[in-house]
């Protein structure tokens, strides 16, 4: 069966320092993979997506990056956070086009102070 | 880009009654979905409409999918604490299917009153 893991799954960053989430799918192959955030109480906000290594398509212009290193693991990345960085980030993976279903993460919550 | 308006934003009920949630898009869409977050948790998928007029049943929540493809329900009948959470939908426009299309709506959190 097919499994997903991000981790972390809490941190508390200081403005300006660098971030990294970690997301891995197990038991599929070629997955579309994606970031989305979802500030306190909102809606879920797509970052990015990937439909292959090396491939990402950037939804929302900010001072985060995505990066596809491997098939199934993708990472967020920051080399300075900003206060309004702080949310819920999922990860996520899909197969196919888009309207499959989405299977999310854990999350991790990231609180900038 | 594509957009969906999904109604109430919140929704507070009296545990028994029903609660209904809406989504619509200006487009034609290829299929909705919906998906459930509980509290502190993450989004998990529900069920999927693809079919005009579709009605699917779980138990007690009835999902809907509009004649013309372009809005949804899901109703939830005698609503139980369990059934706190935000509710999304997710839709895909028709003829647009590439991964990363889907258009999640903004969610309606139901609060249940004992």
């Known amino acids: 069966s097919q499994t997903i893991h991000q981790w972390p799954a809490t941190l508390v960053q200081p403005v300006g320092s660098p971030l990294s989430l970690e997301c891995t799918v197990e038991g599929t192959s070629n997955p579309n993979l994606y970031w989305y955030r979802q500030a306190a109480g909102r809606g879920l906000q797509l970052l990015f997506y990937s439909v292959g290594i090396g491939q990402i398509s950037s939804e929302v212009p900010q001072n985060l990056s995505a990066s596809r290193p491997q098939d199934r693991q993708f990472i967020l990345s920051s080399k300075k956070l900003l206060l309004s960085d702080s949310g819920f980030y999922l990860c996520?993976?899909?197969?196919?086009?888009?309207?499959?279903?989405?299977?999310f993460g854990e999350g991790s919550w990231l609180t900038v102070v | 880009g594509q957009q969906v308006m999904q109604i109430p934003q919140y929704q507070h009920v009296q545990e028994g009654e029903d609660f209904t949630t809406y989504c619509n898009s200006s487009t034609t869409l290829s299929n909705i979905q919906w998906y459930k977050q509980r509290p502190g948790g993450h989004p998990v998928f529900l069920i999927q409409?693809?079919?005009?007029?579709e009605v699917k049943k779980q138990k007690r929540l009835t999902f809907q999918f509009g004649e013309a493809k372009k809005n949804s329900s899901l109703h939830i009948t005698a609503t139980q604490t369990t059934d706190v959470g935000t509710y999304f939908c997710?839709?895909?426009?028709?003829?647009?299917?590439?991964?990363?299309?889907?258009?999640f709506g903004d969610g309606t959190t139901l609060t249940v009153k004992p």
């Open positions: 409409l693809v079919k005009s007029g």
């Open positions: 996520a993976w899909s197969v196919g086009t888009a309207g499959n279903t989405i299977y």
């Open positions: 997710a839709a895909t426009r028709l003829h647009n299917t590439n991964a990363g299309k889907s258009t």
